[in-house]
């Protein structure tokens, strides 16, 4: 009888949305976050049979008898041989998302136990840009998760009774209005929220340039649900993609209706893309007499008519409007917002044509050098973009490819392309791999176009070592991080079989696809290391250099925790950084449970570290041992996120990082607790 009635609403369920939505994504995810059990699946044989139309009214599961009571109850189990119904909850479209736990996911319960108060004020906090992958992964994965929405605390008012306390209270009324019977104070004021969370979702994802992850949410949002923030949000990201047309189409459909001032300006736009400059100048006036104050938008309004006005001062931000705007106008982007540029507009010069202006009266000498300056904008542009997740990593290696010039002092000798058997001494003399450049965009772009045409994988690994090394030395100061040049380099990484005669390369290899979450090609490397360990002095070299990093992800008995290993390690460090990275690998190793002793902190007593000793907050540091020890998932991911900052792993004490992935091992997320450990070393040049 049970099952019949689950399938008999399911599949009423099912019937009902057939034909609108055929079981899309977010008819899914209601049905789990409403706690409906689908059996979509398993009824795909009702369809051969049964006809909406021919369906005859539901027969009643309770006799005439049943009392009104057993209807209403809240228990869902079979009781006294009668069936007990519970009322579906309401669906709620903040539920919404793209993944669930079986898909990389949060669970359904994410923000179970905490308020939704909690989360409208920490997820706007949370970092815009942050070169930690780690960290933007668990945002994304935050916001994008299938999940019931918090729910809001409920308030409560008490009453005194002060007679009972103070006796010469009696007959003391502070309020003479107030009702005898206070109850109906105590009921809790039913509130309509609306979309304000998938809003808070969108509009987080946006700001972190994420637009693929805001395109794939807006996609399972029914069209009904759309309020006028969510068109905005919609209408940027074909701007943002260069998809003007498209833009422009929902202007006419949104102008009218909507009396948000977007639209107006967004029309201006259009008009002056279509060369209707004297139209689009009435659209201006009318906004500025409506008393719109938008210095930016009015200063690339100017630069689209073909005029020169003076910068704003103190621009330092565009929305994706004003960046269509100025990528339509084809003039440069200012230097300071190139400087300090924000993921989407990195990403927008990254993928715009070269910005420079050709009719300045040049000559041919000051034109060329003028495009060489673009090119290196639009380069420098593109990789910090890809390093804040807002770039696909190919864009970048196309351009790499196309946007320089052919260089033929920098050629390789046609030897290392041709000649076979070539072992690593002579590839590197070959090759000559140290006096190849590395420090700007344009020196990386020969380098990679290097790497690519090699095919003799020894020597192509030579090259991406030369890259690797400079982005662990360098640190992402003066250049990308480890984890961008894994992004550029994982394609040519993954044609490289890990080998005996490449166990040198082990190192590098690995530390540049596990910066980049490529964990079972890296963790291949890494016991490449450990096999050729006694038999080889480089492999041993390798491995006493890596041991934290493999004890970090995947702890065995073969790397065991000793004060031998710690000992090995610690020679393989240079002196100058030992004390600081030793007591960084102590600290996220005793956050995962390995026995470190007294006795291995005793060199570091008397010593002071030169890594940072700034700590979070007191409401996060403390808000995040509450949400773990609770077990709120969602919570605990929001305060983690937050304790490391925009910085990342890299730029927090080691005493933050340790919090931050006991808690996330305390509320189950293990994996994501050790790549966190692992990031933090990676970017220290581990």
């Not at 009322?87 to 903040?94: A, G, K, M, P, R």
């Amino acid at each position: 009888m049970i099952d019949s009635a689950r399938g008999f609403v399911a599949v009423q369920y099912r019937l009902k949305f057939r034909k609108q939505w055929a079981l899309t994504p977010i008819v899914a995810g209601f049905l789990v976050a409403s706690g409906v059990c689908s059996v979509y699946a398993q009824s795909s044989q009702v369809d051969q049979t049964l006809d909406a139309e021919s369906l005859q009214p539901p027969t009643s599961l309770f006799s005439d008898s049943a009392s009104s009571e057993s209807r209403n109850s809240d228990t869902p189990a079979v009781s006294g041989g009668e069936i007990a119904v519970r009322q579906l909850e309401e669906v709620s479209t903040d539920s919404i998302g793209v993944l669930d736990e079986f898909s990389d996911g949060f669970p359904l319960n994410l923000w179970e136990g905490t308020s939704k108060e909690l989360v409208d004020l920490l997820l706007p906090k949370l970092p815009d840009q942050t070169p930690s992958v780690v960290t933007r992964e668990l945002v994304q994965r935050l916001l994008l998760s299938v999940a019931r929405p918090p729910e809001e605390t409920k308030t409560q008012d008490v009453f005194v009774d002060m007679t009972a306390i103070v006796p010469s209270a009696l007959g003391f009324n502070a309020d003479e209005n107030l009702p005898e019977d206070t109850s109906a104070l105590a009921e809790p004021q039913e509130t309509n929220a609306g979309l304000v969370l998938l809003e808070l979702r969108l509009a987080r994802l946006a700001a972190m340039g994420d637009w693929t992850s805001v395109q794939a949410l807006l996609e399972v949002i029914p069209q009904d649900s759309f309020g006028d923030r969510m068109q905005i949000l919609s209408t940027d990201l074909a701007l943002v993609e260069g998809r003007v047309d498209d833009a422009c189409d929902a202007v006419q459909a949104n102008l009218r209706m909507s009396k948000n001032v977007y639209w107006q300006k967004t029309f201006a736009f259009c008009q002056l893309r279509d060369g209707n400059v004297s139209s689009a100048y009435l659209t201006i006036d009318l906004l500025r007499e409506t008393g719109v104050n938008d210095p930016a938008f009015f200063w690339v309004s100017e630069l689209m008519a073909g005029n020169r006005p003076i910068t704003p001062a103190g621009l330092d931000r565009l929305t994706p409007l004003q960046l269509a705007m100025l990528r339509s106008a084809g003039r440069p982007f200012p230097p300071q917002l190139v400087t300090n540029g924000d993921p989407t507009l990195l990403k927008v010069l990254a993928t715009a044509e070269l910005l420079y202006v050709a009719d300045d009266g040049l000559d041919e000498e000051g034109l060329a050098e003028r495009v060489r300056e673009a090119r290196d904008r639009r380069l420098d542009a593109a990789e910090r973009a890809v390093g804040l997740g807002a770039l696909d990593p190919e864009i970048l290696r196309t351009l790499y490819r196309s946007e320089v010039e052919e260089d033929t002092d920098n050629e390789q000798p046609a030897s290392s392309a041709t000649a076979s058997n070539e072992d690593v001494s002579s590839a590197e003399e070959d090759l000559n791999l140290r006096s190849i450049p590395v420090s700007t965009p344009v020196d990386r772009a020969k380098l990679f176009q290097l790497a690519e045409s090699q095919t003799i994988l020894t020597a192509r690994a030579e090259v991406i070592s030369r890259a690797i090394d400079f982005a662990r030395n360098d640190r992402g100061q003066n250049g990308p991080n480890v984890s961008v040049m894994g992004a550029v380099y994982a394609p040519l990484l993954k044609t490289i079989e890990p080998s005996g005669d490449l166990v040198w390369f082990a190192g590098n290899a690995a530390r540049a696809l596990l910066a980049v979450s490529e964990m079972e090609a890296g963790e291949a490397w890494l016991e490449l290391s450990q096999l050729y360990a006694r038999t080889s002095i480089e492999a041993s070299e390798v491995a006493a250099a890596m041991w934290p990093t493999e004890r970090q992800l995947q702890p065995t008995l073969t790397n065991r925790f000793t004060p031998l290993r710690l000992k090995r390690w610690e020679d393989s460090r240079p002196p100058g950084l030992r004390a600081a990275d030793k007591a960084l690998v102590l600290s996220t190793l005793m956050a995962l449970g390995e026995p470190v002793a007294s006795e291995d902190w005793l060199d570091l007593m008397d010593r002071r570290t030169h890594s940072s000793i700034e700590l979070p907050r007191p409401q996060i540091w403390n808000g995040l041992s509450l949400a773990a020890k609770n077990g709120r998932i969602g919570e605990t991911v929001l305060f983690a996120v937050l304790a490391l900052s925009e910085e990342g792993p890299e730029g927090v004490s080691p005493v933050v990082l340790s919090h931050v992935v006991s808690s996330l091992m305390t509320i189950g997320l293990e994996n994501e607790a050790r790549r966190v450990a692992v990031e933090a070393a990676l970017a220290r040049g581990l």
